[in-house]
């Protein structure tokens, strides 16, 4: 089992910048894919990146490229997302996701934390 326990949320105006963290329990943090979601108010949870075991793959959402980016410290079983020139429509709950070791991701999504709220005004 892997808990993850996301950070980092707030309020911001357009064009400001957040970071995510999450951290995980356990050991086998280094092999794991871990990513990000989120979930606007009446939509569906949707992909936003993730980073392989091997910290050279990161996947993006073609919304977030060049604006987001991911990274990971296997010393400090967290991972991290960077958001820069945020927009109101990148409002959302954000959700940390690990998978199984080795695995892919997205699709390979196993763990979920609690959410963190991002909230940007125009």
């Known amino acids: 089992q892997v808990q993850l326990v996301e950070s980092g949320g707030g309020l911001v105006q357009a064009g400001d910048s957040l970071r995510l963290s999450c951290e995980a329990s356990?050991?086998?943090?280094?092999?794991?894919?871990m990513g990000w979601f989120r979930q606007a108010p009446g939509k569906d949870r949707e992909f936003v990146s993730a980073?392989?075991?091997?910290?050279?793959?990161?996947n993006y959402a073609d919304s977030v490229k060049g604006r987001f980016t991911i990274s990971r410290d296997n010393a400090k079983n967290t991972v991290y997302l960077q958001m820069n020139s945020l927009k109101p429509e990148d409002t959302a709950v954000y959700y940390c996701a690990a998978g199984d070791s080795f695995g892919t991701m997205p699709g390979g999504q196993k763990y979920w934390g609690q959410g963190t709220q991002v909230t940007v005004s125009s």
């Open positions: 980073i392989m075991w091997r910290s050279i793959i990161r």
């Open positions: 356990g050991s086998t943090f280094s092999t794991r894919p």
